[in-house]
């Protein structure tokens, strides 16, 4: 069996920290209750908003770079077999070594067999999406390996025993108070003295980690781009945390999903332009590092790279969301979300939280897995994201689709209608023919009743009560247009139904009132 | 089937509606047209906002403008590669403030640490985004050296800056290891507020040699 074409083969989906364990309007109900949770992240993201939109406008050719890089990574997609093996070639020619991953687990498994090779019990991370995405930490800590992230807010995070929340600044959630708790509490030998200025929380995680970086053995990394003609990866970085991992151990691990790829190295000049702006609303990161291989006498000599399926091909099966896969991570997207904005990214459960993790998540996972396909209907569908993303992923068009393929995916599996079902089926028959819906108008005055003296339906029974959680409905007008129309022509002596009945059919203020 | 086998599999299955890839229309700018010293000036501006010194001397005083910065070092590194004429008026306090590194006898991590500055040559600079490009050429040495002392001082000629990005990318070969530096480390993990000076080098001085 070397070959399925022109045979549907089954998907494979991903597996490790993808799922949103409980349904997203539950999480973010819970998460919405914490004030002090909101103030930082409205704070947080309003401040990189601005930041984004002023190194933004700076371009002038801004849209061009975005309609390269979206072209660049669908063809990326189109490509993709033939630029991995290419990436493979250069890559193992220049002393690398590549393994490949179906899922999380065989992931995990290979990074601990090249760190047990080492005969090193501790690893230095760079923050990395991937090795979070396959829960790498946990696993190593299982085999007696310990992982350092090095990463700043990653290191808030693990320090704290809390789970990341954004893709870029993982304890964004966090003010600087809390931050100095946190050291206090969980890093040895903190200064007891030491205060929330963030130079001064800085300097105590150089304090914390120097020692770590200097004597660090095996390094465990992801990559912002591979590029195939070339061979070479590359890490996008500020702190020099990833420059330390990435130069002074014997050994380097990178894990990265396949779809990291780009074709050539001038491919990068797009990407370089559209990633710092788009993520830290700067002109350039401090640090981007480069390495094809291994080069003799600077760096790791001992090079690997774990190549990570887990889903992606499941989600390049989906011919709407396969551009879901552009990604590069930039997390403007949740910057702009009204939603994330206000839930925060723990509500998604999964590694990928806001806009982007909305699709991405159930893509990878498939749209049954757990609550997965509630978060789709985590958006306002306001497409602040799309317009944000720089690669013009097409959001909300996805999360729509993703919503369709969750309905359809239910269709049949249950012998009762549910309450979606008989309201469909009503909505289609009423919507059929005007006389359908003519009939259903008679209805109205009943809706009046039940608004009662203050004109308002404060509660609306079944599924429709999502709708009054948090707002009243006006009571329906005494009569429908139609009614109107056919009783107004009438007493004018047009015919009714025609919509040319002259100046009489101006509706009297009053009429005029009881249609809104 | 092995895992590779397998992932190509899986992806040439999902491509089974054989996608088009699409021509790239590259209508961004390819060079910025900007002269000598506009693109000295914007460097600098650059370079400043990221809180990195920078000086613009002639070519000829860059010796005595390395001299004052190491002033207050009691060590410094160099590369192997490093034009000898720089460090003409750096040996006052001693020659043996200066380390050399080379790949024959390179310093150990723990002696690195111990240093308090390296002075490095640069491959290209990018005045637009105010980013220097060190390929590890041998004036600019092996990456480690540029990266553990706590003071970098880096000379880039003004003949190697570049406008843009895409015209400096032009210039290097991207299979050497390469370090983009565009001033000191900084990290924007708390409240999003930028913070300078984190693992990397804490203060970057920019000599500007015309």
Redesign the interface.
């Known amino acids: 069996?070397?070959?399925?074409?022109?045979m549907?083969?089954l998907?494979?989906f991903g597996s490790g920290n993808l799922f949103a364990g409980e349904s997203f309007p539950k999480a973010a109900h819970r998460e919405l209750g914490n004030a002090q949770l909101r103030a930082?992240l409205g704070?947080?993201t309003h401040?990189?908003r601005d930041?984004r939109q002023a190194v933004v406008s700076e371009l002038?050719?801004w849209e061009?770079?975005r309609?390269?890089g979206s072209?660049?990574k669908?063809?990326v997609?189109?490509?993709?077999?033939e630029l991995?093996?290419e990436f493979e070639a250069n890559f193992t020619a220049?002393g690398g070594v590549i393994?490949?991953?179906?899922d999380a687990r065989?992931a995990n498994e290979i990074v601990a067999g090249l760190v047990r090779e080492t005969g090193e019990t501790e690893v230095v991370k760079v923050k990395s999406m991937a090795t979070q995405e396959i829960g790498l930490n946990e696993y190593l800590e299982e085999q007696g390996i310990e992982a350092f992230e090095?990463?700043?807010?990653e290191l808030?995070v693990q320090l704290d025993h809390d789970k990341p929340s954004h893709i870029l600044?993982p304890?964004?959630h966090k003010?600087?108070t809390e931050?100095r708790d946190i050291f206090l509490r969980e890093m040895p030998g903190a200064d007891p003295a030491l205060t929330d200025d963030?130079?001064v929380?800085?300097?105590a995680?150089?304090e914390h980690?120097?020692r770590k970086?200097?004597?660090a053995k095996v390094a465990v990394s992801g990559a912002n781009f591979a590029?195939a003609d070339?061979?070479?990866l590359a890490v996008v970085e500020?702190?020099?945390?990833g420059?330390?991992c990435l130069?002074?151990p014997e050994t380097l691990i990178t894990v990265m999903g396949?779809e990291k790829l780009l074709p050539t190295?001038?491919d990068?000049?797009?990407f370089?332009?559209l990633l710092?702006r788009s993520s830290?609303g700067?002109?350039?990161?401090?640090?981007?590092?480069?390495?094809?291989g291994v080069?003799e006498?600077?760096?790791p000599q001992n090079v690997h790279l774990v190549?990570l399926?887990n889903g992606r091909?499941?989600a390049?099966?989906d011919?709407m969301g396969?551009s879901a896969l552009h990604c590069i991570r930039c997390s403007a997207c949740m910057n702009v979300c009204p939603v994330y904005e206000r839930t925060g990214g723990h509500a998604y459960g999964s590694t990928y939280p806001g806009p982007i993790g909305a699709i991405l998540s159930p893509l990878l996972t498939g749209i049954q897995a757990e609550e997965n396909n509630s978060l789709p209907y985590a958006s306002s569908l306001c497409g602040a994201c799309y317009d944000a993303c720089p690669v013009k992923i097409n959001i909300p068009d996805i999360l729509v689709h993703l919503r369709s393929v969750d309905v359809d995916s239910k269709r049949g599996t249950k012998k009762v209608p549910s309450q979606m079902d008989l309201g469909m089926k009503a909505a289609s028959w009423a919507l059929s023919s005007g006389r359908n819906l003519g009939l259903v108008e008679k209805g109205l005055p009943l809706g009046r009743l039940a608004a009662g003296r203050d004109k308002k339906i404060k509660k609306l029974p079944g599924i429709a009560g999502g709708w009054t959680q948090s707002r009243d409905i006006p009571a329906p007008p005494a009569q429908s247009f139609r009614d109107w129309w056919a009783k107004e022509h009438r007493d004018a002596g047009g015919s009714p139904g025609t919509p040319d009945g002259g100046p009489s059919s101006t509706p009297s203020p009053e009429t005029k009132e009881a249609q809104q | 089937m092995t895992a590779r086998e397998d992932i190509l599999t899986r992806i040439r299955a999902a491509l089974q509606d054989s996608p088009e890839a699409p021509q790239v229309p590259r209508e961004y700018r390819a060079a910025s047209g900007m002269g000598a010293d506009e693109l000295i000036e914007l460097l600098v501006d650059r370079l400043v906002d990221y809180k990195a010194q920078v000086a613009v001397v002639p070519e000829s005083d860059v010796p005595a403008r390395i001299a004052s910065l190491l002033e207050g070092a009691k060590s410094f590194v160099v590369p192997e590669g490093l034009d000898a004429g720089w460090l003409a008026g750096a040996d006052g306090g001693g020659a043996s403030r200066r380390r050399l590194d080379s790949p024959a006898e390179p310093l150990s991590v723990a002696e690195l640490d111990g240093i308090d500055a390296v002075v490095t040559g640069s491959a290209v600079a990018v005045a637009e985004t105010g980013t220097i490009i060190l390929d590890g050429s041998a004036n600019q040495g092996r990456r480690a050296i540029s990266l553990v002392p706590d003071h970098h001082i880096c000379v880039v000629k003004a003949a190697d800056i570049a406008g843009i990005l895409p015209e400096a990318l032009r210039r290097i070969d991207g299979t050497r290891p390469i370090t983009m530096i565009s001033g000191p480390s900084a990290t924007s993990d708390i409240e999003l507020e930028r913070v300078e000076g984190v693992h990397g080098p804490r203060r970057l001085d920019v000599i500007i040699a015309r």
């Open positions: 069996m070397t070959t399925f074409l022109g549907p083969a998907p494979a930082n704070h947080a401040t990189i930041k002038p050719d061009q770079l309609d390269a072209a660049i669908e063809s997609m189109a490509r993709l077999p991995l093996e220049r393994h490949w991953a179906r065989e090095t990463d700043l807010a808030i600044v304890a964004i003010n600087r931050i963030p130079p929380l800085a300097m995680a150089r980690l120097r970086f200097l004597t590029l070339s061979g070479t500020s702190e020099g945390n420059r330390m130069t002074l396949i190295w001038q990068l000049e797009v370089m332009q710092p830290t700067e002109r350039m990161n401090p640090y981007t590092s480069l390495w094809t080069t006498g600077d760096g190549l399926d091909s499941a390049l099966a011919e396969r």
